[in-house]
C-alpha cells in the first residue's frame, strides 16, 4: 500500500512538470509602423527629403516619437491607434519652433483603417495589423503635401512603404 502511494505521488509530480510549459520570450510581437516616403512631384521616382518635418498626432501635444524633431526626412514611420478607426497627423515642413504651429507649414493628413488583432503568443500577446487604409488630406491654400497614394492598404510589415507623400 505505500508503494501505491510513493508511486502515485510521483506520478502526480511528473504529470505536474510535463504539464507546465516554459516561459515564452516574446521576439515577434510589435504592431507595425506605418511607414511613409516623400518623393519629388516634379520627378515621382525619386525620393526627396521634407526640410525640417515635424509631425504632431492630432489631440497631442508633443511631436510623434518615432521621428526625431525637425530634422530633414524622406521617410517615417509613424503609429496608429489601435482601440480607434482612424488616426491624425499634422505634418509641418519648415518647422522652426516646437511650440508654435504657426511657424511652418502646417497640412493635417487623416489615416483611415480596420483594425485586425492576432494573436501571437501567451508571452506577446495580441499585436495589431491594419486593413482598408485611406487618407484624407484637409486642405488648404497653401498645401505642400501635392499628391498621396497608398501604396500597400494592408500594414502587416515595416520593410516597405504602405504611403507616398509627393511634394
Known amino acids: 500500500m505505500e508503494k501505491i502511494r510513493i508511486l502515485l505521488l510521483v506520478l502526480i509530480v511528473i504529470i505536474s512538470f510535463i504539464a ?15 511607414i511613409i516616403q516623400f518623393y519629388d512631384n516634379e520627378n515621382p521616382s525619386e525620393l526627396k527629403a521634407v526640410p ?3 509631425v504632431i498626432g492630432l489631440g497631442q501635444s508633443s511631436t510623434v516619437n518615432t521621428i526625431a524633431d525637425r530634422t530633414s526626412l524622406d521617410s ?13 497627423f ?5 518647422s ?11 497640412d493635417t493628413l487623416t489615416f483611415d483603417y480596420s483594425t485586425l488583432e492576432i494573436f501571437i503568443s501567451r508571452a506577446c500577446g495580441y499585436i495589431a ?39
Open 20 to 34: 507546465c510549459e516554459k516561459d515564452d520570450i516574446c521576439v515577434d510581437g510589435d504592431t507595425p509602423l506605418l
Open 52 to 54: 525640417s518635418l515635424r
Open 129 to 167: 495589423n491594419y486593413d482598408g487604409l485611406g487618407e484624407l488630406l484637409t486642405p488648404d491654400n497653401e498645401n505642400w503635401i501635392q499628391n498621396i497614394e497608398i501604396v500597400t492598404p494592408l500594414i502587416q510589415q515595416q520593410d516597405s512603404a504602405h504611403v507616398k507623400i509627393f511634394h
Open 96 to 106: 522652426a519652433d516646437e511650440d508654435d504651429l504657426e511657424t511652418g507649414n502646417n
Open 90 to 94: 499634422i505634418l509641418i515642413s519648415d
Open 76 to 88: 517615417i514611420a509613424l503609429p496608429l491607434r489601435i482601440n480607434e478607426a482612424n488616426t491624425g
